[in-house]
């Protein structure tokens, strides 16, 4: 079966601080995908990123950075100097073989002006 | 390119009655899938179609249904509908069968059941 684990439900940061969000997904499959996607007060989900379980490296775009790490199972995802448009609901997702997106409870971000 | 959209926005419709929601993928796209999303389940998995055909289907009761037409442009019923069917439906293209490719999201069409 397949789990995906967002621990934090609400995080309030000030403007300009760091913050990271977690997710800790489960699988029995050897291949897999991960994705981190936003979703604004608007409702439209953003794709972010997508990272195979055969791909470690860490990945940073712009402010946003992303650490995966199978020994611990965990994929997650760094906003560098939040800002306020990054106030959204960030989510995680775990796609194994040919099955569909199985989605975290998503981690609700405000940044504080 | 333009992105995906859903038709309608938003709809009010009585226990009972059925509704149909509309999705146009990305132009080139040719796999939808359709996901639920509510504040008590979050976001589910209904279904997905490639080619006219579905491929995949989520843990959802027969009321739930959907079809893709040759343009790739997808339709989702949900019949005798239920205060439970309240919810954000969201559509999803891809370039191609959804294990290879990522999905893009459409804005969403918010149902509300009363």
């Known amino acids: 079966a397949q789990k995906v684990t967002q621990a934090q439900t609400e995080i309030s940061v000030v403007e300009k601080e760091d913050v990271t969000l977690d997710c800790v997904y489960e699988?029995?499959?050897?291949?897999?995908?991960l994705f981190w996607y936003k979703q604004p007060p608007s409702g439209e989900l953003v794709f972010l990123i997508r990272r195979n379980s055969f791909d470690e490296q860490n990945e940073i775009s712009g402010r946003y950075s992303w650490n995966f790490q199978k020994s611990t199972s965990s994929f997650n995802f760094t906003i560098t100097a939040s800002q306020v448009v990054d106030s959204a609901v960030y989510f995680c997702a775990l796609r194994t073989g040919a099955n569909n997106l199985f989605f975290g409870t998503g981690t609700r971000l405000t940044v504080i002006p | 390119k333009a992105g995906v959209t859903q038709t309608p926005r938003y709809l009010i419709k009585t226990r009972g009655q059925q509704v149909t929601l509309s999705c146009s993928p990305i132009?080139?796209?040719?796999?939808v899938s359709w996901y639920q999303q509510t504040p008590g389940q979050g976001l589910q998995f209904l279904f997905e179609?490639?080619?006219?055909?579905?491929?995949n289907k989520g843990n959802f009761p027969g009321r739930f249904s959907g079809r893709q037409f040759s343009n790739s442009r997808s339709e989702m019923n949900v019949s005798t509908l239920e205060l439970g069917d309240s919810a954000l439906y969201l559509c999803?293209?891809?370039?191609?069968?959804?294990?290879?490719?990522?999905?893009?999201f459409g804005p969403g069409t918010r149902l509300t059941v009363t």
């Open positions: 132009s080139g796209h040719r796999s």
């Open positions: 999803a293209s891809s370039e191609g069968q959804v294990s290879s490719y990522e999905q893009y």
């Open positions: 179609y490639f080619s006219e055909t579905q491929r």
């Open positions: 699988t029995r499959d050897t291949t897999y995908y």
